[in-house]
């Protein structure tokens, strides 16, 4: 395989993947959005309770401290001043992310943490504490940071010494927390994507007996229906109870198929042979009837001529009935082509009235076939052409060769056949324009035939044909090399 064609593979499979009404599409983003769902509120419920956890830690030792420093200053008082008391509790309790200070009723700072008399970023602290803030810890973020801050009354031997706020930064821990959810998130972004992935490669392997079976199906044609079975490999046991309905079905095809075909080659044999004798009864009473009417004269012909189109149309079917039972046999003898096709198209030309042009090819090309079937395809092939073309419109016959086959062109300027029936028209009473096949007399089994006996010799028959410029049917057979 050549690198484009890889490629173009490669591009098929991957469109085919993202069709967004394959199921394999649709069950690879349900599951991973529903997994990507699951997981995201998995880490956000982590994420919360970590949150609280953190939190509602330094909340507590907030609250702890509040209540150690009213204890401490009560002892200390004892045996020292008041605001000396506190000073010392303050030195005894503040550690390096914690501050405290005692401001008077009068809005005076009687004791403070050594970092918040030195001035600093610390200030801010200070301000925020101004405004008024709760007397149980609360979480403040403040010059980005964050610091869970609270303020009490404090009563020193039972006298009112103003307010006392505590602040403890957690800025550190929150930056932490952070950093933390970051790296969840990135791990849970990985999961869901890896997970993605396996979902996908695992719904793949799970829909392959589905493809298998489409792929086995459309190669299934009507000659293989009792011969062929589906068989799937690895499928889930749903999947081989359909196999087996779907065989069962083929089977039951099959059975009507060939009672179908039966039916048709008794009627066309029981058929064949009284028509075939009405026919000959009525173009000998139309010989001998000069005392005829004309009337009865034309009627006689008509009669005369159905009866002939019926008797072909059961030898056709006849014939097709023979070929599918293997019961039609090939005398394959040397063809000269160039001679045979010219007789062919002489014999044409005086039958149907037409300009009929042959163009041999200057080699002479001779191939292996059945004489007689190989007359009756020109014969229906150029029948066609006449049938399918205006009378002024040329017909063309080519014989050339090719490589190592004959080939026979039958050309015609008729309306053409469209691209989408190209493939149709080969098969059993196919007709694609019915009113006009209807009065031509067509029924839609010559091309079927054609098509049967070419391939009956080892050749193929195929269409080329454009709208309003005319149809080519090329015929090929194996040539005879000397
Ligand atoms: P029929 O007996 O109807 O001619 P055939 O099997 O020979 O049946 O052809 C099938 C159909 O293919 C025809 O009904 C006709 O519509 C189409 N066809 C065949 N040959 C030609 C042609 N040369 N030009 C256009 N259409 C054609």
Redesign the pocket.
Known sequence: MNGLAWLQGLWEQGKQRLNPHSLQFQLTVGIALVSAVGISSITAVIAWQLDRLIVTSHKRQVATLAERFTESVEIYSEMMSTPAAMQRAISHLTTGDTLIWVESPDGEIVAMSEALAMGGRDQQVLEIAEQGISPIPEIYAINQGYWIMCGNTLEVQQQDWGKVHLAHDITGDQRMFYRLIGMLGGVSVVAIGGMTIAIAVYIQKSLKPLQQMRQQTAALSAEQLGKEELVLTNAPSELHQLETAFNQMLKRFHESWEQQRQFVSNVSHELRTPLTLVCGYLQSTLRRGQNLSEPQQEALTIAASEAKRTVQLLEDLLELARAENHHLHFRQAPILLNDFVREVVDMSKQYSQRTIEFKPDRALVEVLADQDRLKQVLL?LID??V???EPEQPITIIVEKEENQGVIKVC?R????PLAQQSR?FERF????EA??RT?G???????LVQTLVEGMGGTVSVR?QLQEG?T?IVTLPILEN
């Open positions: 229906n066609n052409a049938k399918y073309s015609d008729g309306p053409g056949i028209i196919y007709r694609l324009d006009r096949s031509e067509g029924v839609g089994l010559g091309l079927s044909s149809s049917f």
